[in-house]
């Protein structure tokens, strides 16, 4: 029998008999490309990589959604490698940031660049003025403290205790006036007022108004 053949089998299970069975089995993964290899974002707003691998007999392979994705500053932008958003890149502030996708078992990668363009980032909805009553119950004559938070700095504040009743000079009692800090809060005391003008038992709204029309009201639990 010819020795040839014999050899040439022996040489695919030696020294190199792996590299031999990856031939002639799956495919070895040469390299990843990122798509896009250049790509720019503005703040705020997103930006889509796909990973490609190259095997080596020339077929390509999306593995965008297994790569292990990252971003070489991490404070520039953010990539995703959650379930479902994998490679969805986050532009956070101004520059150039490195986009690597790195093949897990293999630890071949490839990378793309993305530049962070300055823009406009959404403003968060104003904060609404806030009032707290200190205690938030009581009976007539009571001491308590209006503490408000997010009002208009430097502007006076008057906090007014509302009894219910129609009759006008019953209607309301000012429980305090002040002036509101440059942190946009306040602090004043008072006095609820006395049993026909604080009004029936029950639950009696607190207003703190300023001339600019920011109000905020609480309420005031009155016991009898």
Not at 5 to 27: D, I, K, R
Not at 69 to 90: D, E, P, R
């Amino acid at each position: 029998m010819p020795l040839v053949p014999f050899v040439m089998v022996a040489g695919l299970l030696g020294t190199g008999g792996g590299e031999a069975a990856s031939a002639l089995g799956s495919p070895l993964l040469l390299s990843i490309t990122v798509s896009p290899s250049v790509a720019s974002v503005a703040q705020g707003a997103t930006q889509q990589f796909t990973a490609t691998g190259i095997y080596s007999d020339l077929s390509t392979k999306d593995l965008t959604n297994t790569v292990t994705w990252s971003s070489a500053q991490g404070t520039l932008a953010t990539i995703s490698n959650a379930l479902g958003f994998q490679g969805l890149a986050t532009g956070l502030l101004p520059g150039l940031d490195t986009i690597t996708a790195t093949d897990p078992s293999s630890l071949l990668s490839g990378t793309g660049a993305l530049t962070v363009l300055p823009g406009v980032l959404p403003l968060p909805p104003p904060s609404l003025p806030a009032l707290a009553m200190t205690p938030g119950s009581g009976k007539a004559r009571t001491g308590v403290i209006a503490r408000g938070t997010d009002f208009v700095p430097g502007q006076s504040v008057t906090v007014t205790y509302l009894s219910g009743l129609r009759a006008h000079k019953r209607a309301s009692t000012v429980l305090c006036r002040t002036m509101v800090k440059a942190d946009g809060t306040f602090g004043c005391t008072g006095t609820i007022p006395r049993r026909i003008r604080a009004g029936k038992r029950g639950g009696h709204t607190v207003v703190a108004t300023e001339p600019s029309e920011s109000t905020s009201t609480a309420t005031f639990m009155l016991l009898k």
